[in-house]
C-alpha cells in the first residue's frame, strides 16, 4: 500500500524557519513525484513545491516560492520541505502527495503543483505562524 506521512507541523513565531517531513511508503520513488500543498483556514488548497524521484529536479511556484527548499533523504524514504522567515499567512495545513506520473516526464511543469495531478495523499501537519 502507498503510505505519505507529513509531519513537523506546530506553533512557530514569525520569522522562524520550520522542516516539515513526508515520510512515504509503498511505492519506488524513482518513478514518482512528491508535492507538498497547503491550505489555509477559508481558502483553496495550493500547490508550493515538487521533487522529481528520478533525479531529485525540484519546481516552485507562488508567493512562498523565494522562502522554501524542498529535499529528499532516500534512504530515509523521507521528503522534506523546509519554509524559511515564517510569516502568519504561512498558516496553513501542509500536505505532501505521490504522482506515478514521474517516469512520463523530463522535466517538472506547473502541472505538478496541480492537486489533479496526484494519486495518494497524506494527512496533513498543522502549521500555525504567531505574529
Known amino acids: 500500500d502507498v503510505q505519505l506521512q507529513a509531519s513537523g507541523g506546530g506553533l512557530v513565531q514569525a520569522g522562524a524557519s520550520l522542516r516539515l517531513s513526508c515520510a512515504h511508503s509503498?511505492?519506488?520513488?524513482?518513478?514518482?513525484?512528491i508535492g507538498w500543498f497547503r491550505q489555509a483556514p477559508g481558502k483553496e488548497r495550493e500547490g508550493v513545491a515538487a521533487?522529481?524521484?528520478?533525479?531529485?529536479?525540484?519546481y516552485y511556484d507562488g508567493p512562498v516560492k523565494g522562502r522554501l527548499t524542498i529535499s529528499t533523504d532516500n534512504a530515509k524514504n523521507t521528503v522534506y520541505l523546509q519554509i524559511k522567515r515564517l510569516k502568519p499567512e504561512d498558516t496553513a495545513v501542509y500536505y505532501c502527495?505521490?504522482?506515478?506520473?514521474?517516469?512520463?516526464?523530463?522535466?517538472?511543469?506547473?502541472?505538478?503543483?496541480?492537486?489533479?495531478?496526484?494519486?495518494?495523499w497524506g494527512q496533513g501537519t498543522q502549521v500555525t505562524v504567531s505574529s
Open positions: 509503498g511505492f519506488s520513488f524513482d518513478d514518482y513525484v
Open positions: 502527495a505521490a504522482s506515478y506520473r514521474g517516469d512520463t516526464i523530463a522535466v517538472l511543469n506547473p502541472t505538478f503543483l496541480y492537486d489533479v495531478t496526484y494519486d495518494y
Open positions: 521533487i522529481k524521484g528520478g533525479d531529485g529536479s525540484t
